[in-house]
């Protein structure tokens, strides 16, 4: 085989955190360090907030200066250094801000290499197209330069965003090889958004003129027709799993070389012993988030509770949201009409807009911290008071103060004043009214109102989870770990990080099989369980879901740790030990094809 002999990867998301391609970078590159070692370079965008957090700046090495110092006039500035993460690749990042001016003529030009219909883009498209342009000449320049001649080198794109580079090396005459890895279709995924059966079209006859009026008439045809050219053009075109294949090879009309799925990095994975450790010690302060949240308002048996959580972009249709409510509702209903005596409390982790926290969960939080510290301070005199007593023989019946006393009893009134009332169904407020959010609207039309007759409980979590925010005050990781079950019935998920990742922390997972990890895993074990969506009718996905959920919440304590020990092994199924040979692969491939 045709082993490279230098790879660059570019992508929009190299330490410029924004979605699930970050994470493939992130986890990828100790093995791209293990294969390539100094022959493997990212190039990302540069922004300077998470670039003083992930980027250690470097000398460069004087070839590369050289390079440097020829974009720098034409108003593209490039900073050579380490990005910060495992594996620590090197890596450029390229701020292109001062070549904004040239925008058109890229436009044109993108239009004469492959009908790219960028006439009516706006900036969501212009910034990629001038960074990725930029990185197109930064790579031919060091291409050219002494110590890359004889060399076979592959440059690895990801996504339309970086895709104008690809398009510049092809019509340069420079000699690399190149790879587009697609992790989803523009087209795909906005049609899915709005309803349409994607998966019943993509099996039917293939007509180009009617799939850019589709992307016309929905506004994207400028990332549509951009995605189409680097297809057409690329050496290899590879994507993330095989139900993304037959969409693209419909859409761009071409079928991918190789499936590069994506992987975790098992290094960085923990025991399940561990893992166990970790989960008790934070549902601490869950358990503490969730009296605040709760208590006020009725008496709830948080040691007696299973726990349900969802996440991702707030795409109501195509992550699940739909499904995932109409199921909790169904669920709520059995819980009841069987008696069963626990409860289900769910989190919905999805960002919207919002204002602030809610000012009620706020006031609720404070107040519950405020007993909880008056009740640690005196621990100690009431301990001492306990030893005291017992060594003079006096009884031990009546040991706290009388101001503790009526402390505590001030406190209590003033706790329980909310007694009757409902808990709110979001823990922020919304920058929208409630009636015209998605997901309000849904949860109080399937009954689900957080009334203490309620069996589910839901709390919607609209703002990304941070260690500082002043409510739950965990990081995604802590605080998803504490759960018993994730739930990811997607019906638009070309992969899907977040079932892997759940299952990979010692959870239950749940995906389904229109998502590229659901359909991949599908029949492998116990322990992550696969949806069936693909030509099945809603409300029986509703049905099946919501059985399983039952299921789940009325286990054996002991089954249901039997289950999360399954759940991680099988994560490892998505190793990148095993899994980056399909990159390497497709590198391969490129310089095979480049040497014809």
């Given amino acids: 085989m045709n082993k490279p002999d230098f790879v660059f990867e570019v992508s929009y998301e190299a330490c410029n955190k924004v979605g699930g391609i970050y994470t493939v970078l992130k986890t990828k590159a100790p093995y791209m360090i293990e294969e390539y070692g100094e022959n493997y370079l990212t190039i990302g965008f540069y922004d300077e907030r998470k670039a003083e957090i992930e980027f250690e700046s470097k000398e460069a090495p004087d070839e590369i200066i050289k390079v440097f110092n020829e974009l720098e006039p034409l108003g593209i500035k490039c900073f050579y250094g380490t990005w910060m993460i495992p594996g620590k690749p090197r890596i450029i990042l390229v701020d292109s801000r001062n070549f904004m001016g040239e925008s058109n003529n890229i436009k044109k030009l993108l239009w004469e290499w492959g009908e790219v219909d960028s006439l009516h883009a706006d900036n969501t498209f212009i910034e990629p197209i001038v960074w990725s342009y930029s990185c197109g000449k930064l790579i031919e320049g060091i291409v050219k330069s002494k ?14 965003l970086s895709g104008t580079g690809l398009l510049y090396l092809k019509n340069s005459g420079v000699k690399i090889a190149t790879v587009f890895t697609t992790h989803a279709s523009m087209l795909g995924r906005t049609l899915a958004g709005n309803g349409v059966d994607i998966y019943s079209m993509t099996k039917g006859k293939r007509d180009e003129n009617t799939i850019n009026e589709l992307a016309r008439k929905y506004g994207v045809i400028d990332k549509h027709t951009m995605e189409a050219a680097c297809a057409r053009q690329a050496d290899i075109l590879t994507t993330v799993s095989s139900v993304t294949a037959e969409e693209v090879n419909f859409f761009w009309g071409r079928n991918p070389e190789i499936i590069t799925l994506n992987g975790i990095d098992s290094e960085k994975s923990i025991s399940f012993e561990e893992l166990t450790v970790r989960r008790r010690r934070n549902r601490v302060q869950t358990r503490d988030f969730l ?18 959580f969802i996440s991702g972009r707030y795409e ?9 409510i109409a199921a909790l509702g169904k669920l709520n209903s059995m819980l009841k009409e069987n008696k069963v005596e626990k409860n289900v409390v769910t989190f919905i982790f999805v960002p919207a807009g919002i204002r602030g926290e809610n000012i009620d969960v706020l006031k609720n939080k404070s107040l519950y911290e405020e007993i909880k510290d008056h009740v640690q301070e005196s621990l100690t005199d009431i301990g001492d008071s306990i030893l005291n007593k017992i060594i003079l023989g006096e009884r031990v019946d009546r040991v706290v103060s009388d101001d503790f006393r009526q402390k505590c009893k001030k406190l209590s ?40 007759e309620d069996k589910v409980k839901v709390i919607y979590y609209p703002a990304y989870l941070s260690s500082a925010d002043r409510l739950m005050s965990l990081d995604y990781a802590d605080a998803t770990l504490t759960f018993d079950v994730g739930v990811f019935p997607s019906y638009y998920e070309p992969w899907g990080y977040t079932p892997v990742e759940t299952a990979a922390q010692g959870s239950l997972s749940i995906t389904s099989d229109q998502a590229g990890f659901g359909k991949f895993i599908n029949g492998k074990g116990n322990g992550i369980y696969v949806l069936k969506r693909m030509g099945t009718p809603l409300e029986d996905t509703v049905t099946d879901l919501s059985e399983k959920l039952f299921e789940i919440v009325t286990l054996p304590i002991r089954e249901l740790a039997h289950r999360r ?5 099988l994560s490892m199924m998505c190793d990148w030990k095993e899994l980056i040979k399909n990159y390497l692969i497709a590198h391969e491939l490129a310089v095979e094809k480049i040497m014809e």
């Fill in 413 to 452: 009134s003033h706790f329980l004043k909310k007694r009757g009332e409902r808990p709110p169904l979001c823990a922020f407020e919304l920058t929208v009214p409630e009636d015209r959010d998605a997901i309000l609207s849904t949860l109080k039309f399937h009954g689900l109102l957080n009334r203490e």
């Fill in 316 to 324: 109501f249709r195509n992550k699940g949201l739909d499904v995932f």
């Fill in 147 to 160: 110590s890359f001649k004889g060399k076979k080198c592959v440059c690895q794109f990801h996504e339309w």
């Fill in 565 to 569: 020990m399954n759940a991680k092994d």
């Fill in 291 to 308: 009296t605040s949240y709760f208590m006020r308002y009725y008496p709830l048996d948080l040691m007696n509770i299973r726990s349900i």
